[in-house]
């Protein structure tokens, strides 16, 4: 199903889109919930058929596709991975923490390698790969892709794609810290479902003062 979000093509019209595109705010809670707006939200705002997120594992060794939108079929998928083995010299211009803005995809020595395995399979033409930094370290990668016949990106799209980017990190963080505060107050309930329980009786004081500030049942 197509989107209330028509494309856009002009300097005014991406950055409108942009700024409605910030306000509309990130579940920090459901991180997969707000990629997947971000991808299909820049696909219909770009007028472009595929955009994917991608993810740098732990050991900087593999790109995993987090999601990938297909505005054609509305659909969302995930799983696809590229590894540095396989692709040396994509990885090479990935880590180099740069964007990589390619308009004949199949001729560009940072693309050549996805040619035969992925570029052809998939009827890409040209992309943008735009890095993802989360506090200042490389951790992924936002891919637009377009399908077919394809005019060069103009430098209102280039821009658009690295503030979506930008995007994703904010994305990121927000998770984090979401997790992080959910695992204080876990911890925070474990130790006061412990004090509670303790067989021993146990009372918090005021070292300055002596007051009594806490007690357990016992």
Request: with cysteine; glycine share 6%; hydrophobic share 45%.
């Amino acid at each position: 199903m197509r989107s209330r979000f028509p494309p856009y093509s002009s300097a005014l019209d991406l950055q409108g889109a942009f700024a409605r595109l910030s306000k509309r705010g990130f579940a920090a809670n459901n991180l997969g919930e707000s990629l997947q707006q971000l991808t299909a939200a820049t696909s219909r705002m770009l007028d472009v058929e595929r955009v994917s997120l991608w993810g740098l594992s732990q050991q900087r060794s593999t790109l995993e596709c987090i999601d990938l939108y297909e505005l054609s079929t509305g659909r969302h998928s995930h799983g696809l991975t590229l590894s540095v083995k396989h692709f040396p010299e994509y990885f090479k211009a990935f880590f180099a923490g740069e964007p990589i803005v390619v308009d004949d995809a199949l001729k560009h020595p940072a693309t050549l390698e996805l040619v035969d395995e992925y570029l052809l399979l998939n009827g890409i033409s040209a992309v943008i790969h735009s890095p993802v930094h989360v506090n200042g370290e490389l951790q992924g990668t936002l891919w637009v892709e377009q399908v077919g016949t394809h005019s060069a990106w103009t430098s209102v799209q280039r821009l658009f794609a690295h503030a979506v980017a930008s995007l994703v990190g904010m994305a990121l963080v927000q998770h984090q810290l979401a997790v992080a505060e959910d695992e204080l107050r876990a911890a925070k309930s474990l130790q006061r479902a412990l004090f509670a329980a303790a067989s021993e009786a146990i009372v918090i004081s005021d070292a300055q003062t002596g007051d009594v500030l806490d007690a357990n049942p016992s």
